[in-house]
Every structure is written in structure tokens, then in C-alpha cells.
């Protein structure tokens, strides 16, 4: 998995970078989890590799960057990982900066 976090940028993704992402790998499925369109920021998302091992990936504001949040099997609860990322992101985003998930 630090192959996939070590080739993020240093700030939450766009939706078009979640979308470059899903068209890079085949065989990994993302779905976006921390989603704010007003703002065109994702900052946590579910990717699942090969159809079997899922990870939910979260940016950390205070410094971390991209880390995982959470390594689960596939065929446990989808719902309670997405519930349990969007706990650990929190709702406080309005105040983000647009300007820092600009590509460069």
C-alpha cells in the first residue's frame, strides 16, 4: 500500500485525480469517501486491490499527509469502513484552502 501513498501528492485529491487513479490501475476500484464538491477536494477514499484486500486512505492535515486508515478483507462491512473514515476525517473542511488541491 505505500507503493499507492507514496505516489500521492502532498494534499487532497481532485475528483478528476480520483479519476486519473481508477483509469491508471485496473485492478484497483476507488471509491471516494470524503468528498466535498463545493471545494472539488476528496480527502479520504476506499480503494480495493484485486477484487480481495481493501484499504481506506485519509489525508491528515496536521502534517502526516496521505496515510491508511484502515486494511480490511473485502467481504467485510463496506459500510462500517466508510462510516468509521468519515468519523476519522471529521466535517470541519469548509475552512480548507481551494487553492491547495490545485495540481501544480
Known amino acids: 500500500m505505500t507503493e499507492l501513498t ?3 501528492p502532498d494534499r487532497p485529491l481532485s475528483t478528476s485525480e480520483i479519476s486519473a487513479l481508477e483509469a491508471q ?3 484497483y476500484g476507488f471509491a471516494p469517501v470524503g468528498f466535498f464538491p463545493d471545494l472539488d477536494v476528496v ?4 480503494v480495493i ?3 480481495d484486500r481493501g484499504y481506506s486512505l485519509g489525508y491528515d492535515r496536521n ?3 496521505w496515510v491508511v486508515v484502515e486494511s480490511f478483507e473485502d467481504g467485510e462491512d463496506f459500510a462500517g469502513v ?4 468519515q468519523e476519522w476525517m471529521g466535517d470541519d473542511w469548509e475552512e480548507f484552502d ?6 501544480e
Open 49 to 51: 486491490i484485486n477484487g
Open 98 to 103: 481551494q487553492t491547495a488541491v490545485e495540481p
Open 63 to 65: 502534517g502526516d499527509g
Open 25 to 27: 490501475h485496473d485492478d
Open 82 to 85: 466508510t462510516d468509521r473514515l
Open 43 to 46: 480527502a479520504a477514499f476506499v
Open 6 to 8: 507514496d505516489s500521492l
